[in-house]
């Protein structure tokens, strides 16, 4: 007996960049698939004013997971958006930042295209290239960095940077995901050689009005955090470019931003 032919899928699956936060800095792309949208699955990343956008009919499903928080399983919200693309449906995957930089974007493209759901995707602007923004850093100013890596400070199941090689770059790095383990990442570092006295920024909830940085160095990282409360979700910048700050008084109310006492003689 043949087996019974799959229905063709007719409906498809956006995965879409929300941005940073500011609701502002969705592409035109990004707003015309959030307008198409009957269904809207979304990360809680995703800044609540841009679900403002969508049709109202559209469903809005929130399917987030913050680490160390409860979450929503893969799988779960793999079988929904397939299922909802299989009964003709335009599906939203909402992502904070650009979903194919630590969303699992890439898992879930593969994913659904392997079942044979249309999958699309729209890239969106990274947290880490809005923070740097926020405080004035440019990442790559030629005089000082000839690029920049994106890196989690995170990795799964123990899949963890190799921090020595990164800091034998010299190129900026910009870490996410990098606030519960930055003792850590500060300790491979100066093994490393890399210098104590390294500029480094932290930036919470770039593009938001709450946004919150302190500027240290590398030896007064875990400190600095603590001494200025900030949390997650934040960027961290590590490099030379840090020294160009021009924004960091501007981006928060003074008692929100701390510049580290003794950050520039560590
Ligand atoms: N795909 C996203 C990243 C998801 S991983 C992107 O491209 O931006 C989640 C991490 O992103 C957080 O732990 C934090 O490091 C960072 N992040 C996301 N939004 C942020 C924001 N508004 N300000 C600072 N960091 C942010």
Redesign the pocket.
């Known amino acids: 007996m043949t087996p019974p032919r799959s229905r063709p899928a007719t409906g498809k699956v956006i995965l879409v ?1 929300a941005g ?2 500011d609701p502002e800095l969705m592409t035109i792309r990004a707003m015309r698939a959030l307008l198409s949208a009957d269904v809207i699955l979304y990360d809680d ?1 995703v800044n609540p004013q841009i679900l403002d956008w969508a049709p109202p009919t559209a469903r809005r499903i929130p399917v987030g997971k913050r ?1 160390g928080c409860r979450s929503t399983p893969q799988a779960f919200i793999l079988k929904l958006a397939a299922a909802e693309a299989r009964r003709g449906n335009t599906v939203v995957r909402l ?9 699992r ?1 890439g898992e879930e493209w593969q994913a659904l295209s392997d079942q044979g759901i249309r999958v699309e995707v729209v890239n ?1 602007i ?3 290239l ?2 740097a923004t926020a405080i004035g850093v440019p990442l790559t100013h030629r005089d000082h960095a000839s690029g920049v890596i994106l890196v ?1 400070g995170h990795g799964k199941d123990g899949n963890e940077p190799r921090w020595s090689a990164l800091a034998a770059t010299g190129l900026t790095l910009v ?5 519960a383990r930055v003792a850590h990442i500060r300790d491979r570092l100066l093994e490393a050689g890399m210098r104590p006295a390294m500029p480094v920024a932290v ?6 009005c709450n ?1 919150a940085a302190v500027r240290t160095t590398l030896a007064r990282l875990p400190d600095a955090i603590a001494e200025a409360g900030l949390s ?4 961290i910048v590590i490099g030379d470019v840090v020294d160009l700050a021009t924004a960091l008084s501007s981006v928060a109310p003074a008692t929100e931003v701390a510049t580290s006492a003794g950050a520039r003689d560590a």
């Open positions: 960049g940073p936060g990343l680490g992502k904070g930042g650009d979903p194919m930089l630590f969303g974007g969106g990274s947290a880490g809005a923070a989690t870490v996410y995901m990098g606030m930036v919470r909830n770039a593009t938001l946004v997650s979700p934040a960027i």
